[in-house]
């Protein structure tokens, strides 16, 4: 199995252009998310998703935007990049929550705004 | 207050000791505890998680010990190898939550010496 899969793995972008991470799993997981990982802070939540057609803000969503379509895509879209968005993202997926709420990470996303 | 703090930044273990890492955590509605461990250029995978009606589980040389009333819990890395060198993440989640999500704390970086 694949797992999580997210593209690119390395992006550059200038100071106000856009641009979508991809992310799909295929372990028919209903919940999707999408962290950012920046040194010495951890992993922040961006969003998530419960299910297709239901999305939610996590922690930092501002700047950032997501649709869930499907059960299997979870795409994270930076309409206007600015340098405070360089960061390493990673999508995740889970079964369940809590005990049964593991995460499966993808391997990430390089993000630089120059 | 959904902060979970980790210490310490990074250690450094000759092979065969013991590496211990401590989160603290001030919500109390926090009722899962994972710990996930992240290879260089990989996402974070579960490496093991505790609930708080428990006060130590143990898988093979990792053991988690838990003190409620204190609000902390540690990992315990006995006989520590090189392929341990990694960065640990600890994390808790709300019971009751409508999705997986994990607040982390700020990681540990593991360097396991011959």
């Given at each position: 199995n694949a797992g999580v899969t997210q593209t690119p793995k390395f992006r550059i972008l200038k100071i106000g252009q856009s641009m979508t991470l991809q992310c799909t799993q295929d372990m028919n997981h209903n919940y999707m998310y999408w962290y950012r990982q920046d040194p010495g802070m951890g992993l922040k939540l961006i969003y998530y998703s419960v299910g297709a057609g239901i999305t939610d803000k996590g922690e930092v969503p501002n700047g950032y935007n997501v649709s869930r379509s499907t059960t299997e895509d979870f795409p994270l879209r930076l309409e206007l990049a600015a340098p405070s968005q360089t960061s390493v993202y990673f999508c995740a997926s889970s079964w369940g929550t809590g005990e049964t709420g593991e995460l499966f990470f993808g391997e990430g996303s390089r993000l630089t705004v120059l | 207050q959904q902060q979970v703090k980790q210490s310490p930044q990074s250690l450094i273990v000759q092979k065969g000791g013991i590496s211990i890492i401590n989160c603290a955590y001030e919500?109390?509605?926090?009722?899962y505890f994972p710990w996930y461990q992240q290879f260089p250029g990989k996402g974070p995978a579960l490496l093991i998680a505790i609930r708080p009606d428990v006060s130590e589980k143990k898988e093979g040389r990792f053991t988690i010990s838990f003190n409620k009333s204190a609000k902390q819990f540690s990992l315990h890395i006995m006989d520590s190898q090189p392929g341990d060198s990694a960065t640990y993440f600890c994390a808790a989640s709300i019971k009751g939550?409508?999705?997986?999500?994990l607040t982390f704390g700020t990681g540990t970086r593991l360097q396991v010496t011959l």
């Open positions: - | 919500n109390t509605a926090f009722d939550g409508t999705a997986s999500k």
